[in-house]
């Protein structure tokens, strides 16, 4: 184990539904990622938070809007999707300053009908 | 625009043979060139990583030869078992910015036994 943890681990929704997802690390790191990893594309950097504030939105779409109350936890809140939002969603933390390695969670696997 | 260029997207090796992925990039900026290994069900693991002012670095079976003129890197894994079978993901990461790792589109990597 990474020291990573999301929940959960797989989720089906529909276009109209609203769903968070929820990424805690037990790591002691400042810095928290959200990406998408989608079939036959490089991982995609979403948002990044360091010290919990926003420092990197990469051009997401609205429908994803992040949080992150504290230095260990972050949420994705989901709304109003699409079914090409269908991927899987990873979460990563680092310690800023401190070495370049993210440490990976085991992702939450998202299928939108 | 693909920044990272990975190749091949899929690696069939036989059980004590080589296994070679090899990247390729163009942002001269990068300084920092992780590996990571994702097995199925989990998130991506760093693996190994080199920096541009060293050729070669070597960590039990698995080595990253880097060639700064070419822009191209390669992960060679020496007698390769079963239990490496995964997806490698080549990744860079500009100077000054703990945040971006920019990665490749992953090899899927099979060693029969």
């Known amino acids: 184990e990474t020291g990573v943890t999301q929940t959960p681990r797989h989720l089906v929704m529909g276009m109209t539904n609203k769903k968070s997802l929820k990424c805690e690390q037990h790591?002691?790191?400042?810095?928290m990622y959200w990406y998408k990893q989608s079939a036959k594309k490089p991982l995609e950097l979403m948002f990044v938070y360091s010290l919990e504030e926003r420092v990197e939105n990469n051009s997401v779409p609205s429908r994803f809007s992040p949080e992150c109350p504290n230095s260990s936890h972050l949420f994705l809140h989901l709304h109003t999707l699409q079914p090409e939002d269908s991927a899987l969603y990873l979460c990563?933390?680092?310690?800023?300053?401190?070495?370049?390695?993210?440490?990976f969670g085991p992702g939450t696997r998202l299928l939108v009908l | 625009q693909q920044q990272v260029k990975q190749s091949p997207q899929s690696l069939i090796v036989q059980k004590g043979g080589i296994s070679i992925i090899n990247c390729a990039y163009e942002n001269t900026a990068f300084d920092y060139f992780p590996w990571y290994q994702q097995f199925p069900g989990k998130g991506p693991a760093l693996l190994i990583a080199i920096r541009p002012d060293v050729s070669e670095k070597k960590e039990g079976r698995f080595t990253i030869s880097f060639n700064k003129s070419a822009k191209q890197f390669s992960l060679h894994i020496m007698d390769s078992q079963p239990g490496d079978s995964a997806t490698y993901f080549c990744a860079a990461r500009s100077g000054g910015s703990n945040y971006k790792l920019t990665f490749g589109k992953g090899t899927l990597l099979t060693v029969n036994p």
């Open positions: 790591l002691g790191h400042n810095a």
């Open positions: 990563a933390s680092s310690q800023e300053g401190h070495g370049e390695t993210q440490y």
